[in-house]
């Protein structure tokens, strides 16, 4: 018991460590996989109650009430619809035994305590999650532009400025598959296995 209480006020009680590519069968998170579609595991962080699963279409967080209960809930994150930003690592002071990896996905808020002895490891993971937002960011930009010159598209249209050739559901048809093109498979990157395959070396 009193183990239990210093390495709580110590902040040692569930210290994570970077699971290696040889141990990924292992782990909880690799049963919520969607390999059907390709998905893999590139970097995974593992502590007593929690695993944090980085793979190149989502972070997948087996999140555990406590340590030694085996309860889980099972959390996806798709960098698709969440925005990576705030990223950054606390070094460990001289007395700590931990160094911390923050980042936000959209509304959620991650801080996790990773062994010091792991910072080159997380050194990477920090830099796949900075390149990541950095595309999430520029992909927003480019959503934004295709709906103002969908807006600008509709004013021609208002001011009978618009070819006249084909009709209007023909073109309103064309249209909407430009858009949807654009917003869903042209601006949204959804697989980051580059962007891993570059920083992570594991």
């Known amino acids: 018991m009193f183990k239990k209480l210093a390495a709580e006020a110590l902040g040692i009680s569930d210290m994570g460590v970077i699971v290696g590519p040889a ?32 793979t190149n279409l989502a972070l997948i967080h087996v999140d555990g009430d406590s340590a030694v209960s085996s309860k889980r809930s099972i959390k996806r994150y798709d960098y698709a619809a969440n925005q990576i930003t705030n990223v950054k690592i606390e070094t460990a002071g001289t007395m700590d035994m931990d160094i911390e990896l923050k980042f936000n996905l959209e509304n959620t808020v991650f801080s996790i305590d990773v062994k010091k002895a792991f910072i080159e490891q997380l050194k990477d993971i920090y830099k796949a999650l900075i ?44 249209l909407l598959k430009a858009l949807n093109t654009a917003m869903f498979d042209t601006h949204t990157k959804r697989d980051f296995s580059d962007v891993f395959t570059k920083y992570i070396h594991n």
């Open 23 to 54: 141990d990924y069968s292992k782990v909880d998170a690799d049963d919520y996989l969607f390999g059907e579609d390709g998905e893999q595991i590139f970097f995974l962080i593992k502590s007593k109650k929690d695993e944090y699963c980085f």
């Open 131 to 174: 390149t990541i937002g950095k595309q999430q960011q520029r992909d927003a930009v480019c959503r934004n532009n295709a709906l103002r010159a969908l807006d600008a598209v509709a004013s021609v249209h208002k001011l009978n400025l618009a070819p006249g050739e084909g009709g209007l559901v023909t073109q309103y048809s064309e």
